[in-house]
């Protein structure tokens, strides 16, 4: 316990409005009981709206300010331990003290509870009207912190292409937050992956606008459920207006605009996820927009977002954002003038990983009305936020119920069972997988060789130590598990990311190489982990060389190090190789790279991702994840997602064309494309059916097709549904996905899918800002994968 | 000759506007003198407006429709003759007749001018009003046919940085044209080079827009210059608008939006050119920019080209580009939706290489006002340059004219002195260039190495056979010219492009690899010529494994196929290597290449690339290029140019980081900068001054800085002016070019260089369409290239 201990008992006993009332002091009403009685916010039944702008009324304009700022790290982690700086958080409470963050990663959460129950009753306690902060955190692969059920991350649960599994363990997650009194999360990401450099994009969901606005508004629904008192469990913040293409892949970059772009290619999961899901805050990107930073984007935050997609919610910056605004984009003069052009694109929150931030720049300016009354809004949504998750009126989280949540039975099946579904098998010669006691049986033995074999490889926001144990089984513990320790030969065979200018490391990794080498050949098989990625708390771990993580980008697309050379010259000893890539990005699968026998990719999963991976390949688990990113044949052959524009693939002169594979030029065909993955069964799609109905703007489409399994194991496999209009009068992409559905086959059986009454509007599009639906010929494709040879295509006219 | 020798004598007798008047028929006017005489179209004293005007009047519909399209190609090449269809010419002919153009670069000058002569007789004869054709055609190297001076090409010219030099180079282009009848090129491109991939970058001149515009409309003013009869020598085509960054690096595909991009990063060339040069055609882009094809992009045209740029002049397709509005954007329904689309757009003509247009759907539009009124307009702008040009006054070409005009001495001797600037040194360790005779002297030998040693690869546009000694000398030709044969040791290396992949192949490179390290061994010293190119009459030559060229787009920044492999077979024998690059792109310059002793890059030089590098080499000519494109240190790490946003280059989280050189993170830090390139002496550039004068928005800025050639050797140095404003409304780049000079040094001597008079405006950028000026705090720099070392800052206030 540190410094708050005699606070502590009576926060618990206490629920936030009880400690409001209790403590409300003669000043405020005169001590009678009817003054406390007829405060309209103090009163649960009426709206959030009502109760926020009445509570508005009665604050001062510091508070007011206060509000709009919060404290993003309350802890930091000293020696394995929670430490509390006491000054620091004074200095920021006293300006900033609308919300409050649990900070560093690598704290546990038993530690935490008590501690941070501490700072919420003095808050309560202590001031003027007693507004209770409210709790948020980042929220990827479950808790931010230590202690939970360790999820995989984005791309990880997106490629299960499973939504009801999905929003499972969403529920779960939130649960877990909720026991942690965290009622608010700065997700659903919901960007969409356009430049395969970005080191951010295990965080993402993936390429296609219409999966990413299912994933995300199934995540934001789920989050936000209500509670028996109707109070929102967890308020969502869908995030970051508007990224998908920052300059060279890098986070905070520079986009382009066109108001086309923004509307089709990038904003179509806010659509849904606003009309859907009604998410209560938003957060703007770093980017510029043609040449605009969103936070001083009003353009993009009032005419765009509020106007066209009609979001209603609160508006808040991302980490730093109006700092840079001064001190890296200079569209501000001052820290005051970067709050105030802020304030005024629509920005009503600001999130600050340390230090003051520059809202509070705005207690000077008080008497501005246009000031004053923008403050009033943004205090107004923060506010209602609050009193829509009961902060006032609900009880602080106990340890009681933190011990019963978090690492609960039903969660880590969950998590088993997501992580089974997101492992993505790409290749599998001569049905190779899943590992038969025969091919075992030659020496008995597996190598396992890579650096990634032996770590947790989860994602930036995961609370991972990767090579601790009390984080998981790494998939080299898992497969001694599974084989028995002295039938497994390990060689890491070279760092996880080792510079191939440094000389001295190579001398290292060749003798690394060589006994990896000799592993393999020991062995007869090989599996071979190779990746990138980062953990958030231990950068030393990856030899300060990150190619994954938020703020990095990798210019090469191939295994960061001697990753490939390891690679090559395992297969090069002729040995079976399985390769198991494991980042949140995608990796080049070459000439070279395709003489793997097997190819899984494993994402950024979870702590299970090591039994996962090893159930998969002893056959234990039929795989059944699905690409939602395509990867690219050759390193710099990108843009590569599936749903291009028409025009963007006319680049050569087919008569001088030797190859189908087109090397020296562009194409859009990816070595694996969104939508694939193997499974150990065949299934056939088979009667498809595209059929209209209605009229006018009622009219509806109606698919369907039978899913078959011809194979001899059970599995899933997911069907999807593409369309594109034969005209229209803006380019629109040869091709987008319009459902998509996850359907169990038992062996030799059948199911049939159904995907009834899509509506016409839906094969809309925006021209300029007005919603356009095209008649006339249409083509639509079922199938297995978006790669022409898996689709049946059926032309119809609307 | 061909098919029409009997027409050949009396049309050179004949000047174009005396055969009209002679040949007019009683038909036209009755026979009297008065109405010869009267008709304006027909009097040269009047306005090419109001000719165009009159003669408007006169024509049928059909005759309208003809005059919007033309025979892109009037001959053939067959077996190195110059062959003719009369059947697809008529066929053509009778439905687009108001330009021609030459046809096929394998061609030769003196055997196509009297035959098109005879085309061009014909028509004037056999047209009801005797309405000549206007000559077109392509001019990036000089001529677009065989027998002309072969020019370097644009990215070779601009890397002169001489500005003077270039418009004596152009006049010489220019004459050439003119004495083939060509009244009309296809030039300049002032496309932004944005990414590293497009093939087509060596057409362009770099990728600054002040650098572009400079050349841009020195190109223009130089074609357009009127003769002493007032007429216009040579139409300019400013194009494409708008170009700069296909998706993929490909040059057909589709662009992003966002009027600050366009107007700010990509329309300042043509800002520039239509202000001060008038240029009389402009050609919009194949790029479909915010999902809406150039062709039909009526915002583009009319509300940007027209309104905030103030365009004028007669605005063309791309060719093909409305065909491709049905067959590849699908925007249209049918050829004559795409025809009317385009017209409304704002296209008065259309390009096409071959086969019927789409603007001959018109015809049938007789009766729709609104298109007859868009026919008007655009016919009216063809027959205007037809009067500016005197089409209908000056005489047809003559072969006397042609003979002395082709490959003048003086135009050869400008060709030579453009070439020897335009290559550039990028790295010359402890002075290892020149080569002295001590150098020389070990075995007395050079081993020349590589697939681009003996060819002149001149790019796309350049009417080479790269292997043919009749369009100059190779390298090897050139340094065996100079050394003597015996002392040239030649290894091939590998082939021009070879995929790896290819085993075969990778058999026969390993061979020629060994006999080329056998011969540097040998020599003691190697000069290794590598590159990427595509000569267009000689696809074959090339293995149909292109990466230069329009159409396409090379995902690998690297040399193709087992160049590198081959370049580190030399160095790894520790023979001193010089590198010489030959290509339209720049290449990575990673670890490896960079123990080179030396690395030059030519370009795309032209016939004297050979004989230039000899004499740098050799120290005869002391180097004074500069690149006018960044060169990328990784694959993938693009976009590189030197003037990005300042937030696009914040990827990192310096704590973490241990090398200067950030290789997993894309940072904007180039291996060789914008700007830069080396020479044999020394050159410090000191006394710089930034001052301001005059108030209010006349305020202009001088700048000043003396120039001391400290070295051994007479040369030239590049002034490079560059600014940026401390805060901007918007985000502007960390730097901008604003002027530079090139100025020649004597040894032991300076130069003052004056950059007088700045204009406050031209500090400006645009807002949402506006031009904005922000006064306030700058920062100038002055020095030899866009590194900051090789800067000096002066912060002033404006």
């Known amino acids: 316990m540190g410094a708050l201990p005699q606070l502590f008992a009576v926060a618990l006993l206490l629920i936030h409005s009880n400690l409001a009332q209790a403590s409300s002091t003669p000043s405020d009403c005169g001590g009678s009981q009817v003054c406390r009685k007829t405060e309209p916010y103090k009163t649960a039944s009426l709206t959030p709206a009502e109760r926020a702008n009445d509570l508005l009324k009665r604050l001062t304009w510091e508070e007011k300010i206060g509000q709009m700022g919060g404290i993003r790290a309350a802890f930091r982690s000293i020696n394995g331990s929670v430490a509390f700086n006491r000054t620091s958080f004074e200095q920021i409470r006293s300006t900033q003290n609308g919300q409050i963050g649990y900070g560093q990663q690598a704290n546990w959460a038993m530690d935490l509870l008590p501690r941070m129950n501490e700072l919420r009753a003095e808050q309560i306690n202590g001031s003027r009207l007693h507004i209770p902060y409210i709790t948020v955190a980042d929220s990827v692969n479950g808790l931010w912190f230590s202690g939970g059920t360790v999820f995989p991350g984005t791309i990880s649960m997106a490629s299960s292409w499973n939504l ?72 969502t913040t869908i995030k970051h207006f508007v990224f998908g293409s920052g300059s060279g892949g890098v986070n905070r970059a520079s986009m382009f605009g066109g108001i086309n772009h923004i509307l089709n290619d990038l904003a179509p999961p806010y659509r849904k996820a606003i009309r859907e899901g009604q998410p209560l805050s938003l957060m703007a990107s770093y980017s510029s927009i043609d040449g605009v930073p969103a936070s001083i984007n009003k353009y993009l935050l009032q005419d765009v977002l509020r106007g066209i997609l009609g979001f209603k919610g609160l508006i808040m910056s991302d980490a730093n954002a109006i ?27 600001e999130l600050k990983p340390d230090g003051l931030g520059l809202f509070v720049e705005l207690r000077s300016l008080h008497s501005n009305k246009e000031i004053a009354s923008l403050v009033d809004e943004a ?59 025969g091919l075992l049986s030659g020496s008995g033995k597996v ?27 790494s998939f080299l513990r898992s497969f001694e598990n599974a084989l028995g320790k002295e039938n497994v030969l390990y060689a890491q065979g070279t760092s996880t990311v080792l510079p191939n200018y440094d000389h001295d490391a190579q001398a290292k990794d060749q003798a690394a190489i060589s006994f990896a ?30 190619t994954d993580t938020e703020g990095y980008s990798h210019a090469d697309l191939g295994f960061p190090g001697a990753q490939q050379q390891l690679l090559d010259a395992i297969l090069n000893t002729g040995v079976p190789t399985i390769l198991v890539m494991s980042a949140g990005q995608t990796f080049v699968i070459n000439q070279s790279t395709s003489r793997c026998k097997a190819i899984l990719h494993s994402w950024l999963a979870g702590e299970y991702s090591g039994d996962s991976l090893v159930e998969i390949l002893l056959g234990q688990v039929n795989p059944s994840g699905k690409l939602t990113v395509s990867i690219p044949d050759h390193n710099g052959a990108f843009p590569v997602a599936y749903d291009y524009l028409p025009s963007d693939d006319v680049g050569g002169f087919s008569t001088y064309t030797k190859y189908d594979w087109h090397w020296p030029q562009l194409t859009r065909k990816p070595a694996m494309p969104f939508g694939y993955g193997l499974s150990y ?37 997911v069907v999807q549904v593409y369309f594109r209009p034969q005209y229209s009068i803006i380019e629109r992409p040869v091709m987008k996905l319009i459902r998509f559905s996850k359907v169990s086959v038992a062996v030799g059986s059948m199911e049939i899918v159904e995907f009834d009454r899509i509506a016409l509007t839906e094969l809309g599009f925006y021209v300029n800002g007005e919603w356009t639906v095209e008649e006339g010929n249409y083509t639509f494709w079922v199938g297995s994968s978006s790669r022409s040879s898996d689709l049946t295509p059926v032309n119809v006219v609307i």
Chains 1, 2 share one sequence.
């Open 164 to 235: 009801p599994l999905y929003e499972q363990v969403i529920a779960a997650s939130r649960d877990e937050n909720l026991a942690m009194g965290i009622n608010w999360v700065l997700s659903p990401e919901v960007d969409i992956i356009h430049d395969p450099r970005n080191g951010r994009n295990g965080e993402m969901y993936g390429e296609d606008t219409y999966l990413v606005g299912e994933f995300g508004t199934r995540y934001i629904k789920t989050m936000q459920e209500k509670d028996d008192n109707g109070f929102v469990k967890v308020a």
């Open 517 to 546: 080498v000799d592993k393999a050949k020991q062995a007869g098989l090989a599996v071979v982990v190779l990746g990138s990625g980062y953990g958030n708390f231990m950068p030393e771990f990856f030899n300060n060389e990150r």
């Open 379 to 437: 205090v107004r949504a923060m506010l209602q936020i609050k009193f829509a998750t009961g902060m006032f009126d609900q009880p602080l989280p106990t340890i009681e119920n933190m011990a019963a949540t978090l690492r609960n039975p039903r969660h880590l099946l969950l998590n088993r069972n997501i992580t089974r579904e997101s492992i993505v098998l790409l290749k599998n010669d001569d049905a190779f997988l899943p590992l038969t006691k």
């Open 681 to 717: 069964t065949n299934f056939t799609i088979s009667e498809v059916s595209v059929s209209t109905s209605g009229t006018g703007s009622n009219r509806t489409i109606d698919v369907s097709a039978k899913v078959t399994n011809r194979g001899k194991m059970g599995g899933k496999e």
């Open 323 to 349: 700092q840079y605004l001064l001190t890296e984009s200079k569209v501000a003069r001052t820290r005051s003038d970067a709050a105030v052009k802020s304030l005024q694109a629509g920005l009503e929150h």
């Open 447 to 473: 190598a396992v060789i890579g650096p990634y074999a032996d770590l947790i490889n989860a994602g930036n926001y995961a609370p991972v130590d990767p090579a601790d144990p009390r984080y998981g089984n």
